[in-house]
Each structure stands twice: as C-alpha cells, then as structure tokens.
C-alpha cells in the first residue's frame, strides 16, 4: 500500500517569497499528481508527472524517483496562491490515487 | 469546452433519504472517478468507471453506495438511506485515458449535509 506524506502541514509566507512544499512516498509510482484546492472547495490539476521536473509560470514541479520524493516550488509568491496543495499516487499498479493530507499554504500581502 | 460538471453543488438530506449526484465529464473523457472528502480529512477513493463499466469499486462502503456511467448521460453517484456520516464534500474526476498515464480533471464537487 502506498502511503504519502506531506510537509508541512501548515505553510505561511509573505508575498513574494519562496515557497517549496514536500511529497514523499513509499512504493515505486508511474506518476505523481499536484492538485491545488482553492478555498471555494474546487480542485484543479496542476501537474502530472513522471520524471524530472516540470514548470507552469510561477510553479515548478520535480521529483526524485528513485528517493521517492516530490516538491513543488512557487516563486514569487501571491495572495492568490494561497490554497491546499495535495500531493497523489496511484496505488500500485491500479487506478486508485492515494493522496497526502494536503499543505495548506497562506500567503499574505 | 466545458470542464467537468458536477450537480448538484449543495445537497442537504434528511436522515434516511436517498441522495443522487451526477457528474458529466469532458467532452471525449469515458474514464471517471469518484472521491470523497470528508471535513478535516484528505479526499479518498472511492470508485473508477467506464461507460457502462464498473472497473474498480473497492473504495466504496460495501451498503447504500453504488455508482454507474450509461451509455448516454451523466456518471450518478447513489446513496441511499443517507446518515450522517455520509456528510462530505464528493467530488468527481475525468480522463482521457487511464488515470495512471493521464492528467484527471475535476468538478467543483457536490457538498452533502445529511441533517
């Protein structure tokens, strides 16, 4: 069973800093998924991925296969970013995700 | 080109009521998953389907829950007799292709309060 862990739990930060989020992981994994879910409740993919990194404007996604490890990063930092980050695996070879408890990030201005 | 559609946003329920929320995937998604969110807690699987197909149901409460994607319409997820442990946010998922290879996109979920 694959279990994920998120660091940290809890993320505030004043605009315009920094930010990097962890995701680790305890079995091998196809892909990783970052989802981003704003106060409203809704949810939006923000990355799939396998190897690597990946960047989509402020936000940059890697991972480390084989420390089985994750982070995403967002510079330069917003109000708007402020949200939970929820890190997802599928579980074994199956369909079903699994994901972390989320990191809830507030930036402030 | 619309984006997953979930209805209805808010439910609210009596005890021992039925509860039915839809979800109508992309255009061109046949792979949907379901999850909940219970208050405080992380979203958890609860079924994948293909039209007309059930592929995996184990994360779904073996009584009152059951799920179905026909041919034409919307993807129903069915609770019966709710109570109030069913209270949560449900939110539903569509791909492409396997989930496993492919980006999910979600609906804005359906809150359930069972009063």
């Known amino acids: 069973k694959n279990e994920v862990e998120q660091s940290p739990q809890n993320l505030t930060a004043q605009e315009g800093e920094f930010i990097t989020i962890n995701c680790s992981y305890s079995?091998?994994?196809?892909?990783l998924h970052w989802l981003q879910q704003h106060p409203g409740g809704g949810i939006v993919s923000l990355f799939m991925l396998s190897s690597g990194k990946k960047k989509h404007g402020r936000l940059i996604a890697t991972i480390n296969i084989q420390e089985k490890h994750s982070s995403l990063h967002i510079t330069a930092s917003h109000p708007r970013d402020s949200a939970v980050y929820i890190c997802a695996v599928p579980q074994g070879g199956s369909e079903k995700l699994v994901f972390g408890k989320g990191t809830k990030l507030t930036v402030n201005p | 080109n619309a984006g997953v559609m979930q209805n209805p946003r808010h439910l609210v329920r009596r005890r021992g009521q039925e509860a039915r929320l839809r979800c109508s995937p992309m255009k061109g998604h046949s792979h949907v998953y379901w999850y909940r969110q219970l208050p405080e807690e992380g979203l958890k699987f609860m079924v994948y389907l293909q039209k007309e197909n059930i592929i995996d149901e184990s994360g779904m409460p073996k009584e009152r829950f059951s799920a179905e994607f026909p041919k034409e319409g919307p993807s129903i997820l069915r609770i019966q007799q709710v109570v109030r442990g069913d209270s949560a946010a449900y939110f539903c998922?569509?791909?492409?292709?396997?989930?496993?290879?492919?980006?999910?996109?979600f609906g804005n979920g359906t809150r359930l309060t069972v009063t």
């Open positions: 998922a569509s791909s492409s292709r396997t989930g496993r290879d492919s980006p999910l996109h």
């Open positions: 079995v091998g994994i196809s892909a």
